[in-house]
């Protein structure tokens, strides 16, 4: 039951940031919370408080990703669940050619519902060539 429930509430919050909407997956996350983005490249950093993964959220829709959910495993009390997530992002370019996929796993850390730890795991040298098509160089993560 608690696997379906943190499915759907995933789901919806990503249904809402591919329209544009980075609202309801931001109520998920308290002031404190991290999440990690590894990697050589602009989007790598350690976003530390909800103002932070909120900028990284409004550079994702910048930039056009849009998420696909595969797969949703959950275990532990809601005190202190883990939550993995398998999904794919892409990005198209406005005549809607393909300039960007990946697959993605999440690790994340909830208490009571709530996000307090996100951690990413995908090709960060495909993430690296997305930011060649863009333009952007290490660093220039307010693109």
Same mark, same amino acid.
């Given at each position: 039951? =608690? @696997?379906w429930?943190?499915?759907?509430?995933?789901e919806?919050?990503?249904?809402? *940031?591919?329209?544009?909407?980075p609202? %309801?997956?931001l109520?998920?996350? %308290?002031g404190?919370?991290v999440?990690?983005?590894?990697g050589?490249?602009?989007?790598?950093?350690? #976003?530390q408080?909800?103002?932070e993964?909120e900028? !990284? !959220? =409004? =550079?994702?829709? @910048?930039?056009? $990703?849009? !998420?696909?959910?595969?797969? +949703?495993?959950?275990?532990?009390?809601?005190?202190?669940?883990t +939550?993995?997530v398998? *999904?794919? &992002?892409? @990005?198209t370019? %406005?005549?809607g050619?393909?300039i #960007?996929a990946?697959?993605?796993?999440?690790?994340?850390t909830l208490?009571?519902? =709530?996000?307090?730890?996100?951690? $990413?795991?995908? &090709?960060?040298?495909? +993430?690296?060539?997305? &930011?060649?098509r $863009?333009g952007?160089r290490e660093?220039?993560? &307010? @693109?």
């Amino acid at each position: 039951m =608690r @696997a379906w429930i943190a499915r759907r509430m995933i789901e919806r919050a990503i249904r809402s *940031l591919n329209a544009g909407n980075p609202g %309801p997956i931001l109520r998920n996350y %308290p002031g404190e919370a991290v999440l990690v983005f590894p990697g050589d490249h602009s989007w790598g950093a350690r #976003y530390q408080g909800r103002d932070e993964i909120e900028r !990284f !959220f =409004r =550079r994702a829709i @910048a930039v056009r $990703l849009q !998420f696909e959910i595969t797969d +949703v495993v959950v275990k532990g009390p809601p005190w202190n669940m883990t +939550v993995c997530v398998r *999904l794919t &992002d892409r @990005a198209t370019a %406005p005549d809607g050619t393909e300039i #960007y996929a990946n697959r993605v796993f999440e690790f994340l850390t909830l208490r009571w519902g =709530r996000i307090v730890y996100q951690e $990413l795991y995908l &090709d960060t040298q495909k +993430v690296a060539e997305f &930011d060649e098509r $863009l333009g952007l160089r290490e660093g220039a993560a &307010d @693109a």
